[in-house]
């Protein structure tokens, strides 16, 4: 059984930073690409961070690149989102995402992932 939880989320000031770490279990192969996802009450679940198995390393959509900071633990089964100039509009509900795979392309879409964390929420005062 696969399982993420999602652990670092709370409230900061605009500006400020916040790490958030994610703990895969039942991913036994090792094969897989993870990600990091966003919900505002409201809006669609917006894809913010992603890292490919093998060496594709990490991506970002434009809107974040630069704040933003996706890592890996392999021997851990973790991915960590480093998130720095923390803004209001950043306020939502952080998700973990998981899929398997062996290709090591790039993932954007909310439907290419197939397992999914609790969430976790981050809240930015101004």
């Known amino acids: 059984q696969v399982m993420l939880v999602e652990s670092g989320g709370g409230q900061v000031q605009a500006g400020g930073s916040l790490t958030l770490s994610c703990a895969a279990s039942g991913l036994t192969s090792g094969n897989y690409a993870m990600a990091w996802f966003r919900q505002a009450p409201g809006k669609e679940r917006d894809f913010l961070a992603g890292?490919?198995?093998?060496?594709?390393?990490?991506y970002y959509p434009h809107s974040v690149k630069g704040r933003f900071t996706i890592s890996r633990e392999n021997t851990k089964s973790a991915v960590n989102l480093q998130m720095n100039s923390l803004k209001p509009e950043d306020t939502a509900v952080y998700y973990c995402?998981?899929?398997?795979?062996?290709?090591?392309?790039?993932?954007?879409?909310?439907?290419?992932?197939?397992?999914w964390g609790q969430g976790t929420q981050v809240t930015v005062s101004s």
């Open positions: 995402a998981a899929r398997r795979d062996y290709t090591g392309q790039f993932y954007y879409t909310r439907a290419e992932f197939d397992f």
């Open positions: 890292h490919s198995w093998g060496g594709g390393g990490a």
